[in-house]
């Protein structure tokens, strides 16, 4: 491969890895090996609009398509990607914990990006009761009042993975996936088999005995869902050819929908456009009305790659997908193309309607780097170049029309978190330290920089305070004396005023631990409970701290922790008084702990934190502990079997 590629692969073995490729373009990697192939695509940058797209008449046509495209693409001189050999970190990808309006109990819920558009998660509560995913289980428990929180049911999955809920009134759908033998004799070969994902609807009228009364499968592996009212909308990727397929004996695998409906995509609802690709997969969003269990799935199905993040508004999905030419060589032009590929579907409870199409320079990070407002969609990427990577942000009408761009940002640097509110953009991006941007997009044709604030350390998510106010959750930093990086150190917590647009200012901040300390925060929004009106922080964090006595000479910054904590860290959060850490509960027990410290794979881990009423609930995948939201003090305890 060329140079670039050994750049960017050694890039991620340094200690300050660039961040946007680690965790956004290898876990896309990696999503694609999972899904029995890479996305090598040779056309040129779509144009705005959906004039591209194509149906097929037959499945003759679609299979010719596809053996005459992938033999051109190969012809043309699309090579495969190969690593260079080396330990290569990288992390898969990422609440305010508001009040239900009117409900009572008061209880907090999943931290979302887009108020009214749920999103699945492995713990969820109505106020009353927790539904709790712990292996392939799926538990519920009486959890108010806490003094007599009890087990009530359990609904056994086995031999899935992935597997979320989402609880709407008296029905649970439950989303995962099973790996299912393409050829029983070559079960155990490479891409001997198929991935399914399944929608389960359950009745919990009565808790005690759940009851299935809907099933729906989808061949291929899901690359996100969300929930709007009544309606479940999952995206699901499969390869468009077979496993065992060979160029003499090509077989085609259309999308398959079945369960308590079995329908087949047929090749006239497929839309494609017509370019030479190495590797195609079917991309298919499916609409599922769980409260009423007579209504037919609705579905839109695309002949693309591989789908890497998305992001959901009341009326829109927006699929992106790297362009990934960035990753191989072509003959006629050895420079690498850095671009995302948009696709907005506009979402009618179960109308599903594709209706633009488009693109943009660079990679998205996650979620969090999208964002919707009035008619226009908003997107921050970093791009890569000789001279070295830069940062940009792009406003698009609802033709995915780049109507506004900010290029060139903070270069040198990439994107660690970002967060669209309103008419702003706030950007962090990262190298040696910490800016953060503030970015006015009001006027949509002229986005620009109002402000921005340098500090040690970085943040991996941001979330709103208030109108005014950020908090960012990350690492702080030690710049190395030699070399353009930073060493990581502990967890930090920023509370920003961005009131003075020009001049933001971090107010207050908490450093948690020494370097090693790590929290799912950094990679998982849903684990963030916040509530502003209760002043209400609360992380899960794994703490590692450093014994001086082994460093006489001082500690260096490059020196670890050893793991002595893990649990919840429940802070006062307050403009006046800043971050205030009460307290702490941990589900740890001493056979959790090894001589080298607390060993990860435990079944105590805190994952997830959530209240009802003055209750404060943690849970792991075998415990929940219930405290008293102002004292701390335990109130009861559930073992999870």
């Known amino acids: 491969m060329g140079s670039s590629i050994a750049v960017y692969v050694l890039d991620l073995q340094r200690e300050i890895k660039n961040k946007t490729v680690a965790y956004g373009i290898v876990a896309v990697l990696l999503a694609m090996l999972l899904t029995a192939g890479f996305y090598y695509s040779g056309f040129n940058p779509v144009q705005p609009g959906f004039a591209q797209l194509k149906t097929f008449t037959s499945y003759d046509e679609l299979e010719d398509f596809l053996s005459q495209k992938m033999e051109q693409a190969k012809n043309s001189g699309v090579q495969s990607l190969r690593f260079l050999d080396g330990d290569?970190?990288?992390?898969?990808?990422?609440?305010?914990?508001?009040?239900?309006?009117?409900?009572?109990?008061?209880?907090?819920?999943?931290?979302?990006?887009?108020?009214?558009?749920?999103?699945?998660?492995?713990?969820?509560?109505?106020?009353?009761?927790?539904?709790?995913?712990?292996?392939?289980?799926?538990?519920?428990?009486?959890?108010?009042?806490?003094?007599?929180?009890?087990?009530?049911?359990?609904?056994?999955?086995?031999?899935?993975?992935?597997?979320?809920?989402?609880?709407?009134?008296?029905?649970?759908?439950?989303?995962?996936?099973?790996?299912?033998?393409?050829?029983?004799?070559?079960r155990f070969m490479p891409y001997g088999y198929v991935v399914e994902t399944f929608v389960r609807v359950y009745d919990i009228e009565n808790r005690t005995q759940p009851l299935l009364t809907r099933t729906v499968v989808?061949?291929?592996?899901?690359?996100?869902?969300?929930?709007?009212?009544?309606?479940?909308?999952?995206?699901?990727?499969?390869?468009?050819?077979?496993?065992?397929?060979?160029?003499?004996?090509?077989?085609?695998?259309?999308?398959?929908?079945?369960?308590?409906?079995?329908?087949?995509?047929?090749?006239?609802?497929?839309?494609?456009?017509?370019?030479?690709?190495?590797?195609?997969?079917?991309?298919?969003?499916?609409?599922?009305?769980?409260?009423?269990?007579?209504q037919q799935p609705t579905y839109e199905t695309f002949l693309a790659g591989q789908t890497a993040q998305m992001y959901v508004s009341l009326n829109n999905m927006y699929l992106v997908a790297p362009n990934t030419?960035?990753?191989?060589?072509?003959?006629?032009?050895?420079?690498?193309?850095?671009?995302?590929?948009?696709?907005?579907?506009?979402?009618?409870?179960?109308?599903?309607?594709?209706?633009?199409?488009?693109?943009?320079?660079?990679?998205?990070?996650?979620?969090?780097?999208?964002?919707?407002?009035?008619?226009?969609?908003?997107?921050?990427?970093?791009?890569?170049?000789?001279e070295g990577s830069k940062n940009n942000v792009y406003v698009l009408n609802m033709s995915l029309s780049v109507t506004g761009k900010l290029e060139d940002l903070a270069p040198g640097e990439t994107i660690y978190s970002a967060r669209f509110m309103g008419d702003r953009c706030y950007l962090v991006t990262f190298r040696k330290i910490d800016p953060l941007f503030v970015i006015d997009l009001k006027d949509p044709e002229n986005p620009r920089v109002l402000g921005k604030l340098k500090i040690t350390g970085y943040s991996d998510y941001l979330h709103p305070y208030d109108e005014n106010h950020i908090i960012g959750i990350g690492k702080e930093t030690v710049a190395a004396d030699q070399g353009d990086f930073a060493w990581y150190q502990g967890v930090k917590i920023s509370l920003f005023d961005v009131s003075d647009v020009s001049k933001p200012i971090e107010i207050a901040k908490y450093e948690i631990g020494d370097r090693g300390t790590d929290s799912p925060i950094l990679r998982d929004h849903k684990a963030f409970l916040f509530d502003k009106s209760r002043n209400l922080l609360v992380i899960p964090v794994s703490v590692a701290e450093i014994d001086e006595s082994k460093y006489p000479g001082g500690v260096p910054p490059n020196a670890y922790g050893e793991f002595v904590w893990q649990g919840a860290y429940i802070f006062h959060i307050s403009l006046e008084e800043g971050?205030?850490?009460?307290?702490?509960?941990?589900?740890?027990?001493?056979?959790?702990?090894?001589?080298?410290?607390?060993?990860?794979?435990?079944?105590?881990?805190?994952?997830?934190?959530?209240?009802?009423?003055?209750?404060?609930?943690?849970?792991?995948?075998?415990?929940?502990k219930m405290n008293n939201l102002e004292t701390l003090q335990e109130i009861n305890e559930l073992e999870i079997p």
């Open 88 to 186: 290569v970190a990288f992390a898969l990808e990422e609440a305010k914990g508001t009040s239900a309006p009117g409900a009572t109990p008061e209880y907090s819920t999943t931290n979302i990006q887009v108020a009214g558009v749920d999103e699945a998660d492995m713990i969820k509560t109505d106020g009353e009761y927790l539904y709790i995913v712990s292996g392939t289980n799926i538990y519920i428990f009486k959890a108010y009042p806490s003094d007599k929180a009890t087990l009530l049911s359990k609904i056994e999955l086995n031999e899935t993975y992935n597997v979320q809920v989402y609880v709407n009134e008296n029905k649970l759908a439950v989303l995962g996936s099973s790996y299912q033998s393409y050829d029983e004799e070559e």
């Open 325 to 386: 030419n960035m990753w191989i060589l072509r003959v006629n032009n050895g420079e690498p193309r850095e671009e995302t590929l948009i696709y907005r579907v506009k979402l009618d409870r179960e109308e599903i309607t594709a209706e633009a199409e488009g693109s943009v320079p660079g990679f998205v990070l996650n979620q969090f780097s999208m964002g919707e407002n009035a008619g226009y969609f908003r997107i921050a990427t970093t791009t890569w170049a000789s």
């Open 579 to 624: 971050l205030v850490l009460r307290g702490g509960v941990t589900h740890l027990e001493d056979s959790d702990l090894t001589k080298n410290g607390y060993y990860y794979g435990s079944p105590h881990y805190v994952k997830r934190s959530l209240y009802i009423e003055n209750v404060l609930y943690t849970i792991s995948d075998r415990r929940i």
């Open 218 to 294: 989808i061949n291929g592996t899901s690359s996100g869902s969300r929930m709007i009212d009544e309606y479940v909308y999952v995206v699901v990727s499969q390869p468009a050819v077979a496993p065992n397929s060979n160029e003499t004996d090509l077989e085609v695998m259309l999308p398959k929908i079945s369960g308590d409906h079995v329908k087949e995509v047929q090749p006239s609802e497929i839309l494609y456009i017509d370019a030479p690709d190495i590797y195609y997969q079917f991309t298919t969003i499916i609409a599922v009305n769980i409260m009423n269990d007579a």
